[in-house]
């Protein structure tokens, strides 16, 4: 079996088992659907469940890719590294099965609240989007994926990962289109919102619900992640050694 | 062409040598490196595994350059850190299987005969976390030996251990030996060393000051060990003949070149600065003794640096 699947399916195992972790993740993202999604009064939208489910869907991703390095630290700090680094198998399989696992776990995240959010009364989940709206996240997951665990590379202790990614997460999501959209922004937020990467991913999908469907935000998406992708494993390369 | 040789193997952490010009040339054997914390071990193991550039020297495994044929040495060793770090929430067949897939062992037949081998197979499908911590370290040696590596590296393979649990682990390791295998082992557990291993290097401030069998080097120190049970810290007494090797809150230690003349030396100095000696015993020396001979009290050097500290563990 390939070593990026072999390491895949070592981490989906461990995550699986855990139990408690499957379901805590989910707690954040679902309590902003029904808690905003539902209860916010809003004008831009009559059906604002519609509007922000594309957002919480990119926020389940953002906090699961961003919180996946901690597996990697995980992994150095207890000895799994320094012991997978031994093995003969290509020392990347290690960073791209992390990068694989963070993803899928993501992306099995944001079914959980796609699930929730059609069950609540979004009308926007045509098989179409679904498709559409897991290739977005998927390639929005590699991206932060490859990002946090170039972070968990330089991070020493649990303790620092967690505080720099309390710094970036929120900060990243509010200051993106996933609660309203730029029209009703003030002109500062809305600079910052247009830059953000949150908001490319949360406007692809939103714009497959209503095309135009921005097809040069998804080649900059796979552009990004791509170049973080390798920006990741030539930093993994650089540590190892 | 032996299994392990290194030819003036260095690294330097900035300032800092940690290891020093080290020769050693290692085969079918079981070969203890012993040293103080901070001598130098777990570098030069992490040197040999290819998880540490070497700054200057070489090292071949089975004829193979660590830096150059990095994926070749990988291949034809395993790394067991002191870290102990097997999946809890893995089942052991599970935690076995998962590095016979790493290095691409094919078939059960393999991870079935290494937990047979590490006396698991009864508990193959218990979670790991429901090991004791002599089984999780067996587990680890399962999952090195699942791809019949010629060379072993364990890095303190029986810390935190009971006694029952080191025992198990240095039977297996003999058998491996006598497999034809080459373990490199480190260790601070002397008596162990004493007992398990064939030759013993001694490192201290990263440069290797012995290399012999125990039993040649505790015979190299000569003479005769001393011990004196007191009922307070003893003052250090001078005596002519004796050299003394340790002082506890209740023990002196001495080595002597000739006890019967160190002894009555002793007890009268002792008696006369008023210490009361409840207990006597004379030995030939141990390799806690040949150790402290060697590589002295290394401990009590300068203040503990701990930016080189942060660097060195960085740059593992």
């Given at each position: 079996m390939n070593a990026v699947l072999v390491y895949f399916v070592r981490d989906m195992r461990r995550w699986i088992r855990g139990r408690f972790n499957v379901w805590s993740a989910l707690i954040m993202p679902a309590a902003w659907l029904v808690f905003v999604g539902l209860a916010l009064p809003t004008k831009f939208t009559d059906h604002y469940l519609d509007f922000i489910a594309p957002g919480i869907l990119v926020l389940t991703m953002l906090s699961a890719g961003m919180q996946g390095g901690s597996s990697l630290i995980f992994d150095k700090i207890l000895g799994f590294l320094n012991k997978f680094l031994a093995l003969p198998s290509p020392r990347e399989a290690i960073l791209f099965g992390k990068i694989l696992f963070i993803t899928v776990r993501g992306l099995l995240q944001a079914s959980v609240i796609m699930v929730l959010a059609v069950l609540l009364g979004a009308t926007i989940f045509t098989p179409a989007m679904i498709a559409f709206a897991y290739g977005v996240l998927f390639i929005?997951?590699?991206?932060?994926?490859?990002?946090?665990?170039?972070?968990?590379?330089?991070?020493?202790?649990?303790?620092?990962?967690?505080?720099?990614?309390?710094?970036?997460?929120?900060?990243?999501?509010?200051?993106?289109?996933?609660?309203?959209?730029?029209?009703?922004?003030?002109?500062?937020?809305?600079?910052?919102?247009?830059?953000?990467?949150?908001?490319?991913?949360?406007?692809?999908?939103?714009?497959?619900?209503?095309?135009?469907?921005?097809?040069?935000?998804?080649?900059?998406?796979?552009?990004?992640?791509?170049?973080?992708?390798?920006?990741?494993?030539?930093?993994?390369?650089?540590?190892?050694? | 062409m032996a299994a392990i040789e290194t030819a003036g193997l260095t690294r330097r952490f900035?300032?800092?040598?940690?290891?020093?010009?080290?020769?050693?040339?290692?085969?079918?054997?079981?070969f203890g490196i012993l040293g103080p914390n901070g001598s130098g071990k777990t570098t030069t193991v992490l040197m040999l595994t290819t998880l540490l550039r070497p700054t200057a020297g070489s090292a071949r495994i089975a004829g193979h350059d660590v830096v150059r044929e990095a994926a070749r040495v990988r291949e034809r060793i395993s790394y067991v850190p002191q870290d102990m770090a097997v999946d809890i929430k893995l089942t052991g067949r599970e935690n076995v299987s998962f590095y016979a897939a790493l290095y691409g062992v094919a078939g059960h037949d393999r991870v079935d005969e290494v937990l047979g081998i590490m006396d698991l197979a009864d508990r193959a499908d218990d979670l790991a976390g429901t090991y004791s911590g002599g089984m999780r370290r067996r587990l680890e040696l399962a999952q090195a030996l699942v791809h019949e590596p010629g060379v072993l590296f364990l890095d303190e393979p029986t810390i935190g251990l009971d006694v029952a649990g080191r025992r198990a682990i240095w039977t297996h390791i003999a058998e491996l030996r006598e497999r034809g295998m080459t373990v490199f082992v480190t260790t601070h557990y002397m008596d162990e060393a004493d007992q398990a291993c064939d030759r013993v290097g001694v490192i201290a401030k990263g440069q290797l000051v012995a290399v012999d069998a125990p039993s040649a080097l505790r015979h190299r120190l000569g003479g005769e060990r001393?011990?004196?049970?007191?009922?307070?810290?003893?003052?250090?007494?001078?005596?002519?003949?004796?050299?003394?090797?340790?002082?506890?809150?209740?023990?002196?230690?001495?080595?002597?070149?000739?006890?019967?003349?160190?002894?009555?030396?002793?007890?009268?100095?002792?008696?006369?600065?008023g210490v009361r000696v409840s207990g006597l015993e004379v030995a030939a020396p141990t390799l806690d003794d040949v150790f402290l001979a060697l590589a002295g009290r290394q401990d009590e050097g300068g203040a503990f640096d701990y930016r080189q500290f942060r660097n060195m563990i960085r740059r593992r």
């Open positions: 929005f997951g590699v991206l932060l994926s490859a990002f946090s665990t170039a972070i968990a590379l330089y991070v020493e202790d649990h303790d620092g990962y967690a505080a720099i990614n309390a710094l970036l997460s929120m900060p990243l999501f509010f200051t993106s289109s996933a609660l309203m959209p730029y029209s009703v922004m003030p002109p500062w937020l809305r600079t910052i919102a247009q830059y953000n990467p949150v908001s490319f991913a949360i406007d692809l999908i939103r714009s497959f619900a209503a095309p135009p469907v921005l097809w040069a935000s998804l080649v900059g998406l796979v552009a990004v992640a791509l170049l973080m992708v390798a920006l990741s494993s030539f930093l993994f390369r650089r540590v190892t050694v | 900035g300032e800092l040598v940690a290891v020093d010009a080290l020769d050693l040339a290692i085969d079918r054997e079981v001393i011990s004196l049970q007191t009922d307070r810290l003893a003052p250090p007494v001078a005596v002519e003949g004796a050299r003394l090797v340790r002082r506890e809150p209740d023990r002196l230690v001495y080595h002597a070149d000739d006890a019967a003349d160190a002894v009555p030396a002793l007890l009268a100095g002792l008696a006369s600065a």
